[in-house]
Every structure is written in structure tokens, then in C-alpha cells.
């Protein structure tokens, strides 16, 4: 790795900083969080005089000044709609307002027994015109809610589907940084033309892959789903525990690796067919575009399919590309696109752990062959080397969420991680096949559901 794949890094490492400062606590700390920065970078300009350091320092300083320009409205935007809720759920309004799914509906499934009436969904708000108790507003951006709705109110939620347009009247409550909004009335919006017909289409596809695998357990269908498309519906608590505790909840959540997988899926049997290299990127580039399409807007998906964009684009025009630098330039645009999503616990832990394989993974490889006195094989070496550097990358904010360590998720990660790769295409086939030959489909699930007995 030279140093022009890490030019970026810095930069916007900066810019990805100020935007989780700024959604976790407001606007005002990203903006003196900006202006440290600033005087930083200026005061070791001031100190190094005319060198190459002070010439690198202006060239970073300059990213952050500029993604700042974008970054800082888009945090105004969020906090706005923040106030706007926590105004009306300390006043006990009615809101009236537009809502993004961004998941099925599902019975809550944990807390006490009280409070699991219902369904609840998570949603996105809508940004626009929203009516707060007698006044009409308009919600300057978008902002994570969880909507519960009970009685009658259920019904109308329960009709809702995952990047569904819902209108919902109800009460807001925040509970630190989560928006919870009670519906007492869900409106599903109904989406005509294209963009209509294109998510019915992917609404029946994620329901053939529900009727093609209700053969089998609901724990081992909910796997075999998951892994291939985020469809973890059917799955049980303990299994859901077993696998948080053994570290490899990550298997059933969309994330780098499946872009990665429809990637190869692609591109290998095209390389052995004899493609030429532009056919064979748009294919991919497009089979990518159609995934990233049926399992939905969850942020390890968009990091990855936008880190993705760069390195098929450089590949076309025949130059080197750099993963590194691409995933630098995704988490600069995410950040001043949509702070939120970059905030976001998927988008933290997918670009932390990749930035750990990209820059750490081989370094350790070479030293652990090293330590071996050549014993050790570099792809064995690789295998010990990406989940311990991306377990430990993630490991602080982890543990930020559950205060707990699993000594044995590397481990475990290093024995599954080989078969998980199979399972995944193989779901990934069945998929497909299942919208013309559901019985081939059934067979091709059953066998990728195997792993059932080898993680749970």
C-alpha cells in the first residue's frame, strides 16, 4: 500500500468525526469541534513553516473546510426535526407526519410482557409538511423513529412493508436518543409508476424467498434468509442470543461481505468464460445495483455498495483503484450527505471494521508468516489475521453497547467465516431460481440451511 491510497484517510476521518459529534450531541459541539480542528492544523502550519507537512496539512484542512460547508447545514436539518419532536412529545401533542419503513413490521420481542402488544417497525421520517398539534410545519430532514402501534392503529401498520410510505397520526416519546412514535392511526401511501411496480416486485421476491423456505425450521429458514437478504423474520430469541454471544450476529445482517459475494458471484464465472473486463464490470455493476435494490437502505449495504461505485468505475477506465481511498470517499460522502446514516451504529461498525482489514490485515499476516519461520501459509496467515483485526476494531464500540466481550468471537468467526461464503451464493442462487422454479429453490435452501447446525 503506497501513500497516495491513504491522501484521503485524514481528511475524511476528520469529516466523519464532526458528523457523529454533531448528531450525538447537536450541532453547536460539531461546530466547535470544527473549529479545534481548524486551529490545530493552523498552528502546526505556523510551527513546520514552508515543508512538505505544512503542504499536507493545507490539502486535509482544506477537505474538512469544504465537506463543512455541506456537513454542518445537513446537521441543522436533523437537529431541527430533533427539536420539532422533543417540543411536541414534552407537550404531549398529536403529530401527523410521513414515515420511510425501514424493516417489515414485527411484534416487539423483548422487554416485559406488558409492553409486547402490537407491532412496531423501524422507520424513517419524511422530510416536508408534518402537522404538531394545531399547527401546520415542515420537517426540515429525516430522522430515525421506532413506530409502535397498538389496537386499531395495528391493522393499518401491519399493511406496511419495508421502503413503504406510511402517513401516521400519533404521540411522540424520546427516550435519550431514541424517537419513538406511538400510532394511534397508520395510512400505508400508495407509490404508482415505476418506482410502484419496481417495490411490489421486490416485495414478491422477499415473500417467494419466505414461501421457498417454510419448509424448513423457523430458526434455520430465518438463517438461511438472513444471510442472503436481512430476512431474519421466524427467528427465535435464544438463537438470537446464542448467536450475540458467540460473536457472529453479523452473520444474518446484509452487510460488505454479501456485496463482496455478488461481486465474485459475478465476475469469477465471467473471467472463466472469457468476458472482456468492461461487459463483465457492468454486469456486476448492475447485479450489485438489483441487490443493494431487494435488501433495502440498511447502512452497512449503502457503505459498502458506494465504496463499491469507485472501484468498478476505476476498474472500467483501466487505472488501479484503491480500497482504501474508496472507502475513505464513502464515508466523507455519507457523512455530508446523510450524517445520520453515518452516525449510525451499522455504518460505524461496517467502515471501522473495513478500514481494520484494508490497513491492518496484511501487516499482520506478514508477521505472523514471519513468526512461523514460513510454516504458516500467507492465506492461512490472512484467515487468523482479518477477524482478529476486525474484531478489535470494533471492539470499543461494542462494548459502548453491551457492556460485555465475547472471548470467543474470533475463534468462532475464523471456524464459520470459510463456510459462510458457500451458504451465502448458494441462498443467493435459490433466490433467484425461486422466482421461476420454486422446487429448485427449496432444494438449494435446504442445503445452504445446513450451517444451522454449525452456529446454533
Known amino acids: 500500500m503506497s501513500r497516495a491510497d491513504?491522501?484521503?484517510?485524514?481528511g475524511a476521518t476528520c469529516v466523519w468525526a464532526l458528523a457523529v459529534l454533531g448528531v450525538t450531541a447537536g450541532t453547536a459541539a460539531a461546530v466547535a469541534g470544527g473549529?479545534?480542528?481548524?486551529?490545530?492544523?493552523?498552528?502546526?502550519?505556523?510551527?513546520?513553516?514552508?515543508?512538505?507537512?505544512?503542504?499536507?496539512?493545507?490539502?486535509?484542512?482544506?477537505?474538512?473546510?469544504?465537506?463543512?460547508?455541506?456537513?454542518?447545514?445537513?446537521?441543522?436539518?436533523?437537529?431541527?426535526t430533533d427539536a420539532l419532536l422533543e417540543d411536541a412529545a414534552a407537550d404531549g401533542l398529536i403529530v401527523e407526519l410521513s414515515v420511510v419503513a425501514a424493516a417489515d413490521p414485527a411484534a416487539p420481542s423483548g422487554g416485559p410482557s406488558w409492553a409486547q402488544d402490537g407491532l412496531q417497525m423501524r422507520a424513517r421520517t419524511v422530510q416536508g409538511a408534518a402537522r404538531i398539534g394545531r399547527e401546520d410545519t415542515t420537517l426540515p430532514g429525516s430522522l430515525p423513529v421506532l413506530l409502535r402501534a397498538s389496537g386499531d392503529a395495528e391493522e393499518g401498520l401491519d399493511r406496511v412493508r419495508d421502503g413503504?410510505?406510511?402517513?401516521?397520526?400519533?404521540?411522540?416519546?424520546?427516550?435519550?436518543?431514541?424517537v419513538i412514535l406511538r400510532a394511534t392511526e397508520v395510512q400505508p401511501v400508495a407509490t404508482g409508476g415505476m418506482e410502484g411496480r419496481a417495490q411490489s416486485a421486490r416485495h414478491a421476491l422477499r415473500q417467494l424467498a419466505r414461501d421457498a423456505t417454510a419448509h424448513l425450521p423457523a430458526d434455520e429458514a430465518a438463517l438461511v434468509r438472513g444471510m442472503t437478504t436481512g430476512d431474519t423474520s421466524g427467528?427465535?430469541?435464544?438463537?438470537?442470543?446464542?448467536?450475540r454471544r458467540a460473536g457472529i450476529s453479523h452473520l444474518v445482517a446484509v452487510s460488505g461481505a454479501n456485496i463482496a459475494l455478488v461481486l465474485a458471484a459475478v465476475l469469477i464465472p465471467l473471467l472463466l468464460a472469457g468476458v472482456r473486463r468492461r461487459?463483465?464490470?457492468?454486469?456486476?455493476?448492475?447485479?450489485?445495483?438489483?441487490?443493494v435494490w431487494l435488501v433495502g437502505d440498511e447502512p452497512s449495504v449503502q457503505r459498502a455498495a458506494t465504496m463499491a461505485v469507485p472501484l468498478l468505475a476505476a476498474r472500467f477506465a483501466g487505472v488501479r483503484a484503491s480500497p482504501v481511498a474508496a472507502l475513505a470517499f464513502t464515508v466523507a460522502l455519507w457523512s455530508v450527505l446523510d450524517p445520520v446514516t453515518a452516525a449510525s451504529v451499522g455504518f460505524l461498525l461496517s467502515a471501522l471494521a473495513t478500514a481494520a482489514i484494508l490497513l491492518a490485515a496484511p501487516p499482520l499476516a506478514t508477521t505472523l508468516v514471519e513468526l512461523s519461520g514460513g510454516r504458516l501459509g500467507r492465506t492461512a496467515a490472512l484467515v487468523?489475521?482479518?477477524?482478529?483485526?476486525?474484531?478489535?476494531?470494533?471492539?470499543?464500540?461494542?462494548?459502548?453497547?453491551?457492556?460485555?466481550?465475547?472471548?470467543?468471537?474470533?475463534?468462532?468467526?475464523?471456524?464459520?467465516?470459510?463456510?459462510?461464503?458457500?451458504?451465502?451464493?448458494?441462498?443467493?442462487?435459490?433466490?433467484?431460481?425461486?422466482?421461476?422454479?420454486?422446487?429448485?429453490?427449496?432444494?438449494?435452501?435446504?442445503?445452504?440451511?445446513?450451517?444451522?447446525?454449525?452456529?446454533?
Not at 491513504?6 to 485524514?10: D, E, H, K, S, V
Not at 490545530?40 to 510551527?47: E, G, K, W
Not at 513553516?49 to 441543522?76: D, N, S, W
Open 6 to 10: 491513504l491522501r484521503l484517510l485524514p
Open 35 to 80: 473549529a479545534v480542528l481548524v486551529a490545530l492544523a493552523l498552528t502546526v502550519i505556523t510551527l513546520s513553516g514552508g515543508t512538505r507537512t505544512a503542504q499536507g496539512l493545507y490539502a486535509h484542512l482544506g477537505i474538512v473546510v469544504l465537506a463543512g460547508i455541506l456537513l454542518f447545514p445537513a446537521l441543522e436539518r436533523h437537529g431541527g
Open 164 to 178: 413503504d410510505t406510511a402517513q401516521v397520526r400519533g404521540t411522540v416519546t424520546v427516550s435519550g436518543s431514541l
Open 235 to 243: 427467528m427465535s430469541e435464544r438463537t438470537e442470543e446464542i448467536m
Open 279 to 291: 461487459p463483465r464490470l457492468l454486469a456486476a455493476g448492475m447485479m450489485v445495483a438489483g441487490y
Open 384 to 456: 487468523l489475521a482479518v477477524p482478529l483485526v476486525a474484531q478489535l476494531a470494533c471492539t470499543p464500540l461494542l462494548i459502548l453497547l453491551t457492556p460485555e466481550i465475547s472471548i470467543w468471537a474470533v475463534p468462532v468467526n475464523m471456524i464459520v467465516g470459510p463456510l459462510v461464503g458457500p451458504s451465502t451464493v448458494i441462498g443467493l442462487i435459490a433466490l433467484v431460481l425461486g422466482a421461476f422454479w420454486p422446487p429448485a429453490a427449496q432444494m438449494l435452501y435446504t442445503a445452504a440451511s445446513g450451517e444451522r447446525t454449525w452456529c446454533c
